[in-house]
Every structure is written in C-alpha cells, then in structure tokens.
Nanobody
Framework: QVQLEESGGGLVQPGGSLRLSCVASGSIFRINAMAWYRQAPGKQRELVARITSGDSTSYTDSVKGRFTISRDNAKNTVYLRMNSLKPEDTAVYFC???????????????WGQGTQVTVSS
C-alpha cells in the first residue's frame, strides 16, 4: 500500500510565496516521475510541474519562472516552491507519482488527496 500526503497549502496574499511538500510512504522500491497538478473550481485538473527520476523538470507556461519543483529521493518527497503567487494560482494542488512497489512489478500511478492554495488579499 502506497500513500501520498501533501502539506504546505494555505492562504497567501498576491505576490507571496508558499512551499508545498508531498511525502510518499508505504511499500516503495523506486519512485519514477513525480508531479504536481492543480484544479481550480469549475476547471479541469492541469499539470503544473513534473520532475523525472533523473531530475529533469518541466512546467506549464503560466508558472515558468515562478514555481520550482524539486525532490529528495532519500525522503521520498517532492516539493513545489511557488513564488510571486497570483489569484489565478488559487486551486487544490495534487501530488502525483509513478511508484514501483517491488522490483518485479510495474510502476503504479498514485495521487494525493490535495491541499488548498488560496491567493487573495
């Protein structure tokens, strides 16, 4: 059994910063790509940032230069540093990871429960 638990969301003023964390726990042999998605009210879930096991990163255009994704493999954790936050960044942010539980099994995609980020004055 694998679980992803996000933390670090909250209310922040425009221009402020937050750092989200997501810890994977349970039966973990290896974690491949990890990512952050977000879903605003009435909108589809969108990919925000992704990091591979080799630390290659990619971002959706709207957050480039403001958000940074990173990971700590020793802690099975992925982070999302969010700077210069805007009201349009308001959403529930979800952690996502491709996890291999045992060496003889393929990876399985897992989701966290989400953490609310609200950018408002």
């Amino acid at each position: 059994q694998v679980q992803l638990e996000e933390s670090g969301g909250g209310l922040v003023q425009p221009g402020g910063s937050l750092r989200l964390s997501c810890v994977a726990s349970g039966s973990i042999f290896r974690i491949n790509a990890m990512a952050w998605y977000r879903q605003a009210p009435g909108k589809q879930r969108e990919l925000v940032a992704r990091i591979t096991s080799g630390d290659s990163t990619s971002y959706t255009d709207s957050v480039k230069g403001r958000f940074t994704i990173s990971r700590d493999n020793a802690k099975n954790t992925v982070y999302l540093r969010m700077n210069s936050l805007k009201p349009e960044d308001t959403a529930v942010y979800f952690c996502n990871a491709d996890i291999v539980s045992t060496w003889y099994n393929p990876s399985v995609n897992h989701w966290g429960q989400g953490t609310q980020v609200t950018v408002s004055s």
